[in-house]
């Protein structure tokens, strides 16, 4: 199969091809050096100015609502699970509720002085990272730099982004590390196995970040077996993202007893059943029949708006009220808490529910996808990702205080500081990325993948496919929030990008150099060298010099024609 060549020139511009060391072999160094040596050429002041101005300039600017975000509410935002991510740095225990992969990213934050700050402070630099690796991606594809800034706005100017990466949770590194394995395998036609194997090491990272990583890793590996990178690649990434994974399930079964990353998946997805469940369609055992959500005494369903209405479906009780209510039938019964015995009840009633009542099941979570598009624009809450005056904790109970004071050296709870709060909060009416443009741009997406269907979707198939798992599955395992979403954002927009890509990446500057002698000078400099080369034919294009090839001549099909 025909492989992009990024380690020389094109055969058919006369100059000679310099074959990186250890090539053959799929070994890394001479591939980093190259990429290394491109990167510090592209940084440089002078050929950011000349090259990439309009990015720059854009990524400048978005320093300063995350300079005013960092100003504004202190220590940080935080909500239930910010404490628990806290309480396992501290103790350095895994979390039952949620998977401690981020926990482990704050430990060593709490060497410095401020380490709520210095957190939130390198999550905004994360942010506008995900940005750069999409403008990046896009114009290494050839898309011109006005195409491939307008995809990287939403995630530099978003408020919700912004929010996002204030407050102490997961999110913005699940992305983060998620958009680095994307750009590894999406700068060659087939990834070699280094990177594969580096991609597999960072799947592992994003399982344990957050819960729904695994169906991610999944997709992953269905585009390393399209892309064909042979067994042994496959292999190799394979076990790099399972002996870390395997690893900490062991360790959590020494903890907990239990063979999981957490224990709390099947009271998850029991919750997701309360949307829909009919115990008298269901009929569950009797040990089964308190989780039915009738039984439920404090969960009141709206009597006044008919149920197909919008006022109902915005006011009727989600799946979390019924998890987290306080007579939930875990806190009372005989095991109390979030254990293995109440996680495999409620996986057993989960199961049931599902299978007795498929439609209803796939109804509430399409349901649940919908809402988060288009019912998150106007309110302004912690629950669609904004700023507010408020803290989503109103009191901080004492187990919370003490928890944070362990991590921070001090309990205070969230709060504005004015007159920073009150620019942002002006700055926020405006500025957002509207949910139903997101919509549009995923399913603009999909169309550009179908359109390529005969090619495996394309190069934009991994991002989209990446961004429709990262939609559906909170959905389909708890409750579709516009939170859990989010990731999906850079990834759609990129999908989107790489539909209008026009031509393949450019041979990198300095191939010509690396192929000169020592110490010849190149005759211009490489600010000035063409994105494309000069006389590059494209496939089934011989003596036509000049001519942009398409996305499919420039990369070679990975899948049968």
């Known amino acids: 199969m025909p492989e992009l060549k990024l380690s020389g020139a094109p055969e058919s511009s006369g100059q000679p091809a310099v074959r990186e060391a250890g090539s053959a072999a799929g070994q890394p160094p001479g591939a980093l050096r ?100 999409v403008y990046a991606l896009l114009r290494y594809w050839g898309l011109p730099g006005w195409g491939a800034t307008l995809a990287a706005a939403p995630v530099l100017f978003d408020t919700r982004e912004i929010a996002l990466e204030s407050y102490i949770l997961p999110d913005t590194l699940f992305c983060l590390v998620l958009m680095i394995v994307v750009a590894l395998l999406l700068t060659r036609q087939t990834p070699r196995q280094w990177q594969c194997v580096t991609a597999g090491l960072l799947m592992a990272s994003v399982t344990l970040l957050r819960g729904n990583g695994l169906p991610l890793a999944v997709v992953v590996a269905a585009f390393l077996l399209i892309r064909k990178v042979g067994w042994r690649a496959f292999t190799a990434a394979a076990a790099a993202f399972a002996i870390p994974v395997l690893g900490y399930v062991l360790v959590f079964h020494s903890q907990s007893g239990q063979y999981s990353l957490t224990s709390s998946d099947g009271l998850f997805l029991w919750s997701r059943t309360t949307s829909f469940a009919n115990c008298a369609v269901i009929r569950p055992p009797p040990d089964l029949a308190p989780l039915c959500p009738d039984r439920q005494a404090q969960i009141k369903t709206p009597a006044t708006a008919p149920a197909w209405s919008v006022s109902y479906l915005l006011t009727e009780p989600t799946p979390a009220d019924y998890l987290w209510a306080p007579d939930a039938w875990w806190r009372h019964d005989a095991h109390p808490g979030i254990n293995a015995y109440n996680n495999r009840l409620a996986l057993r009633f989960a199961l049931d529910a599902i299978k007795a009542q498929p439609l209803g099941y796939l109804k509430a979570s399409a349901r649940d996808v919908l809402l988060a598009f288009l019912a998150t624009d106007r309110p302004q809450s912690q629950e669609t990702m904004t700023f507010t005056a408020a803290p989503h904790i109103t009191v901080l109970p004492s187990y919370y205080a003490r928890d944070m004071r362990a991590f921070d050296g001090a309990a205070g709870n969230t709060h504005p500081v004015y007159p920073y709060a009150y620019f942002l909060f002006l700055y926020q009416q405006p500025v957002y990325f509207p949910g139903l443009v997101f919509l549009l741009v995923v399913a603009a997406g999909l169309v550009g993948v179908l359109r390529r269907w005969r090619n495996w ?94 996305p499919d001549e420039a990369v070679p099909p990975a899948g049968p024609a």
């Open 34 to 133: 190259a990429a290394a040596a491109r990167t510090a050429a592209q940084v440089r002041p002078r050929s950011l100015w000349h090259r990439h101005r309009l990015f720059t300039i854009v990524a400048l600017i978005s320093l300063l609502p995350r300079i005013l975000a960092a100003l504004s509410f202190r220590p940080a935002l935080l909500t239930a699970d910010s404490f628990l991510y806290m309480q396992g740095a501290v103790r350095y225990n895994l979390g039952t509720i949620r998977p401690s992969g981020y926990s482990f990213f704050l430990a060593p934050f709490r060497l410095l002085p401020h380490p709520l700050l210095a957190a939130t402070t390198v999550q905004h630099l994360m942010g506008i990272g995900i940005a750069v690796i």
């Open 457 to 550: 979707g394309g190069m934009q198939a991994l991002p989209w496919a990446l961004a429709a798992v990262s939609v559906m599955s909170p959905a389909l395992a708890t409750q579709g929030l516009y939170r859990y979403m989010m990731v999906a954002i850079p990834l759609a927009c990129l999908a989107l990008g790489l539909c209008f890509a026009r031509q393949g990446p450019p041979a990198p500057a300095g191939v010509a150099a690396q192929a000169r002698p020592a110490g010849e000078e190149t005759a211009r400099d490489d600010r000035d060298a063409p994105a494309v080369p000069p006389h590059k034919e494209g496939p089934g294009q011989p003596g036509r010099p000049g001519r942009p090839a398409a």
